[in-house]
C-alpha cells in the first residue's frame, strides 16, 4: 500500500533548538496522528489532531493540520537529546480506520 | 495494566518454513492491527481486527499470509513457505476505537529472519 511522504528524511540539530517536520497524504481522512520510535522497535503515540482541527498542542508538541493541502507538521520545541528517534505521522485511509504511515523522520539531536 | 506483548521476540527460520507470530493486545481493545516494517521505512499495513473478524485485510501481501483473532483478543499472524522478503520487524498493535479514542498502543515487535 501506498504510503505518505514525510520530510526531511533526517534532521539533526543541537539540543535547545526547534525540530520541524513534515508530512503528505493522499486520501481524505478522519484524524492524523503522529508517532515516535526509538531503536526501530515499538512506536509510542505522541499526539492525534482531528480533520476539522487546524492546530494541537500537547506540551512540547504542536502539530497543525492543513486538509486542502493534505499535509500536516510537527514541532517539537526546546528539543532535548532524548527526542533522538524517527517520527512517523498515520492517516486513516479515506475515513476507515485503516492507518497508513508515512515514510518517517529520523531526527537526531545533539547535545 | 500491562501493555501489547509480542512472541517471540525474535524468530529465525529457513525458507520454506511456517512460522506463526503472535500478539497479545490491552485488553479490553476491540481492535487489533498486524504492521510490518522494514529497515528505514514506515509500518506497513497488512491486517486489522475488530473483535474476531478480519475487518481489514487489503495489506496481506499474498496468500501465504493469514491472521487469525478466534477469541476477539490473542491475535496469531501465519506465514507460510516462508521467503527471504518475508524477513522484517512485524509490529502489532491495539486500540479502542471507540468514543473518539484512536490511538494505537504498539508491542515491541518480532524480528523475523529468513535464511
Known amino acids: 500500500s501506498q504510503q505518505g511522504e514525510e520530510d526531511p528524511q533526517a534532521l539533526s540539530i543541537q539540543e535547545g533548538e526547534n525540530a520541524t517536520m513534515n508530512c503528505s497524504y493522499k486520501t481524505s481522512i478522519n484524524n492524523l496522528q503522529w508517532y515516535r520510535q526509538n531503536s526501530g522497535r515499538g512506536l509510542v503515540h505522541l499526539i492525534l489532531i482531528r480533520s476539522n482541527e487546524r492546530e494541537k498542542h500537547s506540551g512540547r508538541l504542536r502539530v497543525t493540520l492543513d486538509t486542502s493541502k493534505k499535509s500536516s507538521s510537527l514541532l517539537i520545541t526546546a528539543s532535548r537529546a532524548a527526542d533522538t528517534a524517527s517520527y512517523f505521522c498515520?492517516?486513516?485511509?479515506?475515513?476507515?480506520?485503516?492507518?497508513?504511515f508515512g515514510t518517517g523522520t529520523r531526527l537526531k539531536v545533539l547535545a | 495494566g500491562a501493555g501489547v506483548s509480542q512472541t517471540p521476540s525474535n524468530k529465525v527460520t529457513e525458507k520454506g518454513k511456517y512460522v506463526e507470530l503472535r500478539c497479545d493486545p490491552i485488553?479490553?481493545?476491540?481492535?487489533l492491527y498486524w504492521y510490518r516494517q522494514s529497515l528505514g521505512q514506515g509500518p506497513e499495513f497488512l491486517i486489522y481486527f475488530q473483535g474476531t473478524g478480519a475487518a481489514d485485510d487489503s495489506g496481506l501481501p499474498n496468500d501465504r499470509f493469514f491472521a487469525v483473532r478466534p477469541e476477539g483478543s490473542v491475535s496469531t499472524l501465519k506465514i507460510q513457505r516462508t521467503e527471504r522478503g518475508d524477513s522484517a520487524v512485524y509490529l502489532c498493535?491495539?486500540?479502542?476505537?471507540?468514543?473518539?479514542?484512536?490511538?494505537?498502543?504498539f508491542g515491541p515487535g518480532t524480528r523475523l529472519t529468513v535464511t
Open positions: 485488553s479490553g481493545h476491540t481492535a
Open positions: 498493535a491495539s486500540s479502542i476505537l471507540a468514543g473518539g479514542s484512536y490511538e494505537q498502543y
Open positions: 498515520a492517516t486513516d485511509e479515506s475515513g476507515t480506520y485503516k492507518y497508513i
